[in-house]
């Protein structure tokens, strides 16, 4: 325990130190020095956020928390608390801003994600009943739905008569990601569920869809998801950020799937945490970006 206190003061002393004789040095403070040696993504935006959070400054620790209307604000308070003269350092505050813009982005992206996953999917409301629907025309051109309540769902992979049990958890996110998927990839969305109806290797095409939502979302309430934003947006990540995300781990998961031949779908845990401990691995890559390499419509 002892160890532990005086490990954690040693290295807190070791930075304040360091910090201080590099100002001295350079004449510059510490996020000065990141924006100014990082080129724009999640390198920079990660040790700019780790600084921000570390930092002896309420001011500056707060601001990891704020929201994206009052970035300008924030960046104009802490460059006077730092006493960063605009004229001295012309890229500090276009970086640090879009630094800022892009942690606070993070977390109003996860509120906007969250509200769609707290909202149950509801048959009274007509706007869901749509989306349902129009997932059914887009991957089952050719058959017409005999009833809005039959065993035809169980054709793209849902559980029982109404898909509307299915959603559980996710909620209208579960179905939001699949509709993204199936209208933005229609051809690969296809492929994907011609898959899952294999003979031997098939698995749930829906189910199987909503539990990715569930690593999508879980991946981005942790954070896991930061670099990958940090690197593929340059401003605030938007609701269709994640969707994208979520197309990309559909689509690797099955090819993930196809390629291990499960003996059977009693296997997915297994093989759902194995795909899972790949991308966590991915998501640690200070380059990441995980796109889905194949062509949208259009
Ligand atoms: C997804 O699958 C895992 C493993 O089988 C399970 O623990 C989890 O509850 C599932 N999530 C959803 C939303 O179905």
Redesign the pocket.
């Known amino acids: 325990m002892l160890a532990y206190i005086w490990q954690y003061f040693y290295s807190f002393f070791l930075r304040f130190c360091l910090k201080w004789l590099l100002r001295q040095l350079t004449g510059r403070c510490e996020l000065q020095r990141i924006c100014s040696g990082c080129a724009p993504g999640s390198v920079r935006t990660t040790r700019v956020e780790y600084s921000l959070k570390n930092s002896k400054n309420k001011v500056l620790r707060d601001a990891v928390n704020m929201k994206v209307d009052v970035v300008k604000d924030c960046v104009a308070q802490i460059m006077r608390e730092k006493n960063i003269m605009e004229q001295k350092d012309l890229v500090f505050k276009v970086s640090f801003q879009q630094c800022l813009l892009q942690i606070s982005g993070y977390n109003t992206l996860f509120a906007s994600v969250e509200n769609l996953r707290k909202e149950a999917f509801d048959s009274e409301n007509q706007q869901h009943e749509e989306m349902l629907l129009k997932l059914w025309d887009l991957l089952m051109p050719s058959v017409t739905l005999e009833s809005r309540v039959t065993k035809q769902w169980g054709s793209i992979g849902f559980q029982g008569d109404d898909p509307k049990t299915d959603f559980?958890?996710?909620g209208v996110l579960g179905l939001v990601n699949l509709l993204f998927f199936s209208e933005h990839y229609t051809d690969a969305a296809r492929r994907v569920l011609s898959h899952a109806n294999h003979p031997k290797l098939g698995y749930s095409y829906a189910i199987v869809g909503?539990?990715l939502t569930?690593m999508a979302y879980s991946l981005l309430r942790t954070g896991a998801l930061k670099r990958h934003f940090y690197n593929m947006v340059t401003g605030e990540p938007q609701l269709h950020h994640f969707h994208q995300f979520y197309c990309y781990l559909v689509y690797e998961f099955d090819q993930f799937w196809m390629e291990e031949e499960p003996d059977s779908i009693m296997d997915?845990?297994h093989y759902?945490e194995k795909f899972h401990e790949k991308v966590k691995g991915h998501l640690l890559e200070p380059e990441v970006a995980l796109v889905l390499n194949v062509d949208p419509n259009n």
């Open positions: 559980r958890g996710m909503i539990n569930e997915f845990n759902r």
